[in-house]
């Protein structure tokens, strides 16, 4: 088993085809608080991967899950960021549409990813399929505004890291605005977001 990598919330491993995600304890929050959260967070992302694959989204498939290790098993991707693709400049329009239609879906079955950036997007290598990652910030939600924050750090997250590329966002949206019925009403709250976000920058 291989460490592979670490973020705040927890530390990856991969075994063999599978890859183990357990959740850090915080020693600065009180404990019973701290198993109460990551149990949580444990049981939510878990649930989230069960529900994507209702719907035959593709993502991690769900193997097993303990909100006593606080650890979750799924099966591992093989491929390569959706990061490095696109800043090599391969097929990018078609996998910006991919990735809009793909959030779509999402967010018609009212999951939010909570971190959409390339890095947590994977092409995969024996399909060259877009295959979605990390669902540890992933929530249910109905409402607009969630879905609008949702786009809104995509967005943030594209114009940072794929400048060279800056039609990605809107040709996402246009495949977005296809996969859910419901984009108009989205569309108009991320202006709000972004109204928020430029006010905040001054």
Same mark, same amino acid.
């Given at each position: &088993? ?10 990856? $491993?991969?075994?063999?085809? =599978? ?8 020693? $600065?929050?009180?404990? %019973?608080?701290?198993?109460?959260? #990551?149990?949580? #967070?444990? #049981? #939510? ?7 994507? =694959? ?15 290790? &606080? ?9 390569? /960021?959706?990061k490095d693709v696109l800043?090599?400049?391969?097929? $990018?329009?078609?996998?910006? /549409? ?11 079955? @009212? ?8 890095? @947590?997007?994977? !092409? %995969?290598? /024996? ?14 939600? =109905?409402?607009?505004?969630?879905k609008a924050v949702d ?18 966002? =809107?040709?996402?949206?246009?495949? $977005?605005?296809?996969?859910?019925? *419901?984009?108009?009403? !989205?569309?108009?709250?991320? *202006?709000?977001?972004? &109204?928020?976000?430029?006010? /905040?920058?001054?």
């Open positions: &088993m291989n460490k592979i990598a670490q973020g705040a919330e927890a530390i990856i $491993y991969k075994d063999g085809n =599978e890859i183990i995600k357990e959740r850090l304890s915080k020693s $600065y929050r009180l404990k %019973h608080l701290d198993d109460s959260l #990551r149990q949580f #967070r444990t #049981r #939510r992302e878990a649930k989230v991967l069960g529900k994507l =694959e209702e719907f035959n989204f593709p993502a991690p498939h769900l193997k097993e899950f303990s909100d006593k290790r &606080m650890s979750i098993v799924m099966d591992f991707v093989p491929g390569e /960021k959706l800043q090599r400049g391969d097929e $990018y329009q078609q996998f910006a /549409k991919d990735m809009g239609a793909m959030i779509g879906r999402m967010h018609t079955k @009212n999951i939010i990813h909570g971190d959409l950036t390339t890095s @947590n997007m994977i !092409v %995969h290598s /024996k399909t060259n399929k877009l295959h979605f990652i990390d669902f540890g910030l992933a929530q249910f939600s =109905e409402r607009d505004e969630d786009l809104f750090l995509l967005e943030r997250s594209l114009a940072s890291t794929h400048f060279k590329q800056p039609t990605l966002f =809107e040709d996402a949206m246009k495949a $977005y605005k296809i996969s859910n019925p *419901e984009a108009t009403e !989205v569309l108009k709250r991320l *202006e709000k977001v972004r &109204m928020r976000g430029r006010n /905040k920058g001054k």
